[in-house]
């Protein structure tokens, strides 16, 4: 999964956003942007999920309103206005140096399960350890989410966590 070759910080796209900053660690590429477009998907109007959240854009679950609608530009946006918080939280979590491709992977990872989940997951501890195999496989325990009062596999947590993965081994 993740290997112990030093992070490098060249980015690829032109960005704006310190999000995908090069002067910032766990800043996002352009392909791990689309990663993570891709693996959560594009909501143009508010959906209701099991959990009773509402979810819009690519993956948003913050202030929805449920008569909302998001154009592909504005999602993109509000993405990396949340991402921006997450690699903030990245930032004073991992010390340990991991690529371009292992920070979009744990960027990605963290995004999906929430930063709360993620500083309580053994994740972080084995990242830290440089114990990146490990980490990997701690990253494959999270494809469970609670459905009507049961913990249940999940299709699409199961290829999050295996793009992810293989992102980390690119």
């Known amino acids: 999964f993740f290997s112990s070759r030093r992070r490098h910080t060249r980015l690829q796209g032109d ?23 891709r693996l959560e998907g594009f909501r143009p109007r508010p959906t209701r999920l099991e959990n009773g959240r509402w979810i819009i854009g690519y993956g948003h679950v913050f202030l929805v309103r449920p008569d909302g609608h998001l154009s592909p530009k504005e999602a993109e946006l509000l993405l990396l206005y949340d991402l921006r918080a997450i690699a903030q939280g990245l930032r004073e979590l991992i010390f ?13 990872f963290a995004y999906n399960i929430g930063l709360e989940a993620f500083v309580s997951s053994k994740v972080v501890e084995l990242i830290n350890q440089g114990a990146l195999v490990a980490a990997a496989a701690a990253m494959e325990q999270w494809c469970r989410a609670d459905l009507r ?16 993965i293989g992102r980390a081994h690119v």
């Open 149 to 164: 009062g049961h913990s249940m596999v999940i299709d699409g947590l199961v290829r999050h966590r295996a793009a992810e």
């Open 15 to 37: 960005w704006s956003s310190d999000v995908c900053s090069s002067d910032l660690s766990f800043g996002i590429s352009r392909s791990g942007l689309e990663l993570i477009k």
């Open 96 to 108: 340990t140096p991991l690529t371009q491709n292992q920070s979009d992977a744990v960027l990605s």
